[in-house]
Antibody, heavy 122, light 107 residues
């Protein structure tokens, strides 16, 4: 059974940094691209970033490019999102999600974590 | 970026009704569209991928169709458990944008 468990969320001041992690199990982690999706309180889903299975390529939404960095450790089955220069509008529940396609970000998201809340506020 | 729109934004229907949700892309996404269901406080759940393929374990009352820029999600006979918000997502072109969602209530 696929399991994705996010951690690292919390309250951070504007301009601050936070690192989210997602522990994956139940599948061959290195074979699949992984994605971060966020949802601001009461709002819809926003695609944030994706990294290919081998970690050789990554993609970002315009709203986070240059501030967020996605990475993965295939030896530890862990996905990360380093978030810098945080803004109030980054406040959201962040979900990690597994793509169906092998090593391709261009695929549907067939497993999701439970989400982790990030609050950016002074 | 490709913009996704959905209509209606909310709908209320009775158990047993046939429900259709429309998703439109600002440019062609061929068949690279998925539908997700999200219940309050929960993560989204994949229902349909590649426009019309039913995800394993999803009831057959859910179906998808379309191509290019216009897509639909149909619930053939609405059930109480279908009360949720439904999102479409294109994965043809980065960034892989979601639609704004359609909230489905049961009358």
């Amino acid at each position: 059974e696929v399991q994705l468990v996010e951690s690292g969320g919390g309250l951070v001041q504007p301009g601050g940094s936070l690192r989210l992690s997602c522990a994956a199990s139940g599948f061959t982690f290195s074979n699949y691209a992984m994605t971060w999706v966020r949802q601001a309180p009461g709002k819809g889903l926003e695609w944030v970033s994706c990294i290919r299975g081998r970690g050789d390529d990554s993609y970002y939404a315009d709203s986070v490019r240059g501030r967020f960095t996605i990475s993965r450790d295939n030896s530890q089955n862990t996905l990360s999102l380093q978030m810098n220069s945080l803004r109030a509008e980054d406040t959201a529940v962040y979900y990690c999600a597994k793509t169906r396609g092998t090593n391709s970000c261009g695929s549907e998201l067939n497993s999701w974590g439970q989400g982790i809340l990030v609050i950016v506020s002074s | 970026d490709i913009q996704m729109t959905q209509s209606p934004s909310t709908l209320s229907a009775s158990v047993g009704d046939r429900v259709t949700i429309t998703c439109r892309a600002s440019q062609s996404i061929t068949r690279w569209l998925a539908w997700y269901q999200q219940k309050p406080g929960k993560a989204p759940n994949l229902l349909i991928y590649e426009t019309s393929s039913l995800e394993s374990g999803v009831p057959s009352r859910f179906s998808g169709s379309g191509s290019g820029t216009d897509f639909t999600l149909t619930i053939s006979a609405l059930q109480p458990d279908d009360s949720a918000t439904y999102y479409c997502q294109q994965y043809n072109t980065y960034s892989f944008t979601f639609g704004p969602g359609t909230k489905v209530d049961i009358k």
